[in-house]
């Protein structure tokens, strides 16, 4: 394998590729341009197979990284849950999953919070290999916390216009009502009942203080 090389993801679907040279472009094109370029190199190509062009340097990326790349949630919304304990994601947030989008949801029951958490099922899979990877599943204390965490999430499908179905004990933990705020999370979506958030979301001057000796703390350890 040859120094200087350019690692390309291509997806016949999305037909994005990654650019290894300091800074990441996102350009789309189309298979027949690649192939003319590079005849026989780009035929065929799928999710995790990659080809090697000579540019400066080179990098990987699977299709969960390549994912997790593209995909990050922002933003604070409004919405309003329906009388059978449906709600309409915000389109930015339909948008922004893209071919997620054709996946399952996992919706978590927070740990910390009177809140829900919802993952596209992809990144959920990455949060569970990483907590099994912590256990022994010969211990029974550990046993415990496997079930204890497999009870406390749930897969639920989403229709075309981004509607997803909220399971009533779900819909008690988190207190909801009928107005909720969905926050932009990174690679989830956090959902709470508008009055719940108010009353337990941190003010910014906590948030200064509070921060501010965690970093403190964690440079003198």
Same mark, same amino acid.
């Given at each position: 394998?040859?120094?200087?090389?350019?690692?390309?993801?291509?997806?016949?679907?999305?037909? =994005?590729?990654?650019?290894?040279?300091?800074?990441?472009?996102?350009?789309?094109? &189309? &298979?027949?341009?690649?192939?003319?370029?590079?005849?026989?190199?780009? &035929?065929?190509? @799928?999710?995790?197979?990659?080809?090697?062009?000579?540019?400066? &340097?080179?990098?990987? +990326?699977?299709?969960?990284?390549?994912?997790?790349?593209?995909?990050?949630?922002?933003?604070?919304?409004?919405?309003?849950?329906?009388?059978?304990?449906?709600?309409?994601?915000?389109?930015?947030? @339909? @948008?922004?999953?893209?071919? +997620?989008?054709?996946?399952? +949801?996992?919706?978590?029951?927070?740990?910390?919070?009177?809140?829900?958490?919802?993952?596209?099922?992809?990144? =959920?899979?990455?949060?569970?290999?990483?907590?099994?990877?912590?256990?022994?599943?010969?211990?029974?204390?550990?046993?415990?916390?496997?079930?204890?965490?497999?009870?406390?999430?749930? /897969?639920?499908?989403?229709?075309?216009?981004?509607?997803?179905?909220?399971?009533?004990?779900?819909?008690?933990?988190? /207190? +909801?009502?009928?107005?909720?705020?969905?926050?932009?999370?990174?690679?989830?979506?956090?959902? =709470?009942?508008?009055?719940?958030?108010?009353?337990?979301?941190?003010?910014?001057?906590?948030?200064?203080?509070?921060?501010?000796? @965690?970093?403190?703390?964690?440079?003198?350890?």
């Amino acid at each position: 394998m040859k120094n200087g090389l350019l690692k390309i993801i291509y997806c016949k679907c999305v037909r =994005w590729f990654i650019c290894a040279c300091g800074n990441e472009k996102f350009l789309n094109r &189309s &298979s027949t341009f690649f192939q003319q370029i590079y005849p026989g190199e780009c &035929s065929g190509i @799928k999710w995790n197979e990659v080809e090697y062009f000579g540019i400066n &340097s080179y990098f990987y +990326l699977d299709e969960q990284c390549f994912f997790a790349k593209m995909t990050e949630f922002t933003g604070t919304y409004n919405a309003t849950i329906d009388d059978k304990g449906r709600i309409v994601l915000p389109s930015a947030f @339909k @948008k922004e999953m893209g071919e +997620l989008a054709l996946e399952s +949801l996992v919706i978590e029951r927070n740990l910390f919070k009177d809140c829900l958490d919802i993952y596209p099922e992809r990144f =959920w899979k990455d949060r569970v290999a990483a907590f099994k990877s912590t256990l022994d599943p010969f211990d029974e204390e550990d046993d415990e916390f496997l079930q204890f965490f497999y009870e406390n999430f749930i /897969k639920v499908g989403m229709a075309a216009n981004g509607r997803i179905n909220i399971p009533s004990d779900y819909f008690s933990y988190g /207190k +909801l009502k009928k107005n909720v705020r969905l926050i932009g999370m990174g690679l989830s979506i956090r959902m =709470w009942d508008v009055d719940v958030y108010e009353s337990q979301r941190m003010d910014k001057a906590t948030f200064a203080r509070r921060f501010k000796e @965690k970093r403190k703390s964690r440079t003198t350890e």
